[in-house]
């Protein structure tokens, strides 16, 4: 069997959070020739390239990224041993790495992870973003999969799986007041404020194409890409806010909100997007698997 040097993985963790090799010799107060034979020599015991060499610098390889968990899962342990010695006992962990699109509903990405969530041996790093931002993140194995309410384009170079995790109606909300007003959709809507999402949304594209079949124009009184911030600016009861009902359910649920027209015709997607990755995180087989075996995260709701 290959030998695995602990000092190699040690050079090596340090490699890859430096992405530098030149960086990381003067920290370890080496020679970068030296290092980047430790790195080869590493290299050869795994039979795999850990890094892409680039002008720009190094990028781990999808081979590199699974390393790079085991080794600091092993430098973990390491540490564990002197605080057991020290009687301060830790316990060892899998990372989930998560790319949330910013625009997704929290409550959302809370009942999609709510399973690993409350596992001791599990540890979730969420990162959040634009989607472009976050499939450069996937492609680069710096997380395991991406959060989003629209699926991937599959190209040459980029092999992504876009699972359909759930599908809602979008409705319009606001405080109780708003309905004893008791407005009609979509002819009664005309200079009737309201929260959308911004134009990028497919949501608010297709409400727009049903107000504009009926003629009318409501009184946009705010563009909002957080749907934190659009469950928050309803609470204000200034306008009726468009959304998910997942995105407001607390609030619907305490009667701080309520649901003024359900809105059928406009369906907010939620996909969770994969690579085809030769050592893919068993994690994601189980959230995802969860929503193929009919158990959804999000159920829709009846009135």
Same mark, same amino acid.
């Given at each position: 069997?290959?030998?695995?040097?602990?000092?190699?993985?040690?050079?090596?963790?340090?490699?890859?959070?430096?992405?530098?090799?030149?960086?990381?010799?003067?920290?370890?107060?080496?020679?970068?020739?030296?290092?980047?034979?430790?790195?080869?020599?590493?290299?050869?015991?795994?039979?795999?390239?850990?890094?892409?060499?680039?002008?720009?610098?190094?990028?781990?390889?999808?081979?590199?990224?699974?390393?790079?968990?085991?080794?600091?899962?092993?430098?973990?342990?390491?540490?564990?041993?002197?605080?057991?010695?020290?009687?301060?006992?830790?316990?060892?962990?899998?990372?989930?790495?998560?790319?949330?699109?910013? $625009?997704?509903?929290?409550?959302?990405?809370?009942?999609?992870?709510?399973?690993?969530?409350?596992?001791?041996?599990?540890?979730?790093?969420?990162?959040?973003?634009?989607?472009?931002?976050?499939?450069?993140?996937?492609?680069?194995?710096?997380?395991?999969?991406?959060?989003?309410?629209?699926?991937?384009?599959?190209?040459?170079?980029?092999?992504?799986?876009?699972?359909?995790?759930?599908? *809602? @109606?979008?409705?319009?909300?606001?405080?109780?007041?708003?309905?004893?007003?008791?407005?009609?959709?979509?002819?009664?809507?005309?200079?009737?404020?309201?929260?959308?999402?911004? *134009?990028?949304?497919? =949501?608010?594209?297709?409400?727009?194409?049903?107000?504009?079949?009926?003629?009318?124009?409501?009184?946009?009184?705010?563009?909002?890409?957080?749907?934190?911030?659009?469950?928050?600016?309803?609470?204000?009861?200034?306008?009726?806010?468009?959304?998910?009902?997942?995105?407001?359910?607390?609030?619907? *649920?305490?009667?701080?909100?309520?649901?003024?027209?359900?809105? @059928?015709?406009?369906?907010? $997607?939620?996909?969770?997007? $994969?690579?085809?990755?030769?050592?893919?995180?068993?994690?994601?087989?189980?959230?995802?698997?969860?929503?193929?075996?009919?158990?959804?995260?999000?159920?829709?709701?009846? =009135?």
């Amino acid at each position: 069997m290959p030998f695995l040097n602990y000092h190699h993985l040690r050079y090596f963790r340090l490699i890859a959070r430096d992405l530098n090799l030149t960086r990381a010799a003067k920290k370890l107060n080496l020679s970068a020739p030296a290092l980047s034979l430790q790195l080869k020599q590493l290299e050869e015991s795994l039979g795999h390239p850990l890094f892409e060499r680039r002008r720009s610098g190094l990028l781990l390889t999808e081979a590199g990224r699974i390393a790079l968990d085991y080794a600091e899962a092993i430098g973990r342990t390491g540490e564990e041993l002197v605080d057991v010695m020290q009687h301060r006992p830790r316990g060892g962990r899998q990372v989930l790495r998560v790319g949330a699109v910013a $625009t997704l509903s929290r409550n959302f990405q809370l009942e999609f992870l709510r399973p690993v969530l409350h596992r001791d041996d599990v540890e979730v790093v969420i990162r959040s973003g634009g989607f472009p931002e976050l499939l450069l993140l996937l492609h680069s194995h710096q997380v395991d999969l991406v959060l989003s309410n629209q699926p991937a384009r599959r190209g040459s170079e980029t092999h992504w799986h876009s699972h359909l995790l759930a599908e *809602q @109606p979008v409705s319009l909300v606001g405080t109780p007041l708003w309905k004893k007003k008791k407005l009609r959709f979509p002819e009664g809507m005309k200079d009737v404020p309201v929260i959308l999402p911004s *134009q990028e949304s497919n =949501t608010r594209a297709g409400f727009e194409r049903l107000l504009a079949s009926a003629g009318v124009r409501p009184r946009i009184v705010a563009e909002v890409d957080d749907m934190a911030m659009i469950r928050l600016l309803a609470r204000e009861g200034e306008a009726l806010a468009l959304v998910p009902l997942v995105v407001v359910q607390s609030e619907i *649920q305490e009667g701080i909100l309520v649901e003024t027209h359900r809105i @059928p015709q406009v369906q907010e $997607t939620f996909y969770a997007v $994969t690579p085809s990755r030769r050592f893919p995180n068993p994690l994601v087989g189980e959230l995802v698997h969860r929503i193929a075996d009919k158990k959804p995260v999000v159920k829709k709701r009846r =009135t």
